[in-house]
């Protein structure tokens, strides 16, 4: 879209979405996508954290399976672009909206809000990343928000409408954080809502 704040290119193994300062990697590997977040250029800050295919225990979600990617382009605009992600996991039913936007001040933010529709009992529902920042870089973490220092930028991840959020170490370079869902027994369809937000630093010239 001339003029707008992002651009997109779709292959069949690769989408990426990028705006000023920050690029989505949607990328295919074996019977799913996933996805990657990082600055335009150089290596990505997080990653998706797969559900193994063998998993013992269907009832427990890692992360969400996508096979499925869909631009939405009859819902972009200069500030925004949408795709929508689906794809099955045993008997669970996933789908998600992504949507990157880019916000008055600058700041990229990619939000997905997933639904896992089960006719089988769910007993755990999460996003996972790989957070690839020291846990040094976590400036702070709540059940609801954590943030990590980029600098003269910040990296945030925010858990949404009920959504919980959890971090840990998981080594020297790296952590984990998890967006979970609150799972409400006898229903079929849970759902999980989260966004990253790249930012700059008050006070900091862009």
Known sequence: MPGA??????GDELVTIRTRAVRVDLRRVADRWIHEVGPADGPPWLATVENPPDADDPSQ???PVY?????????DDDR????LLTGLLHKHHFSAVLTIEVDDSGAT???LDVADRCRDAVS???ATYE???APGELEDATPEVATWSLGDASLTMAAIGGTGLATTAK??????AQAVAVISPGTFTHRLRYRWTWATRPGITR
Request: hydrophobic share 45%; glycine share 2%.
């Open 5 to 10: 704040s992002w651009e997109l290119s779709e």
């Open 61 to 63: 979600v890692v992360s």
């Open 67 to 75: 096979q499925e990617v869909q631009h939405h382009s009859f819902d």
């Open 80 to 83: 925004r672009v949408r795709l």
């Open 109 to 111: 933010i990619v939000d």
């Open 124 to 126: 755990r529902l999460a």
């Open 131 to 133: 957070v690839r920042l």
């Open 171 to 176: 080594g020297p370079r790296s952590m984990l």
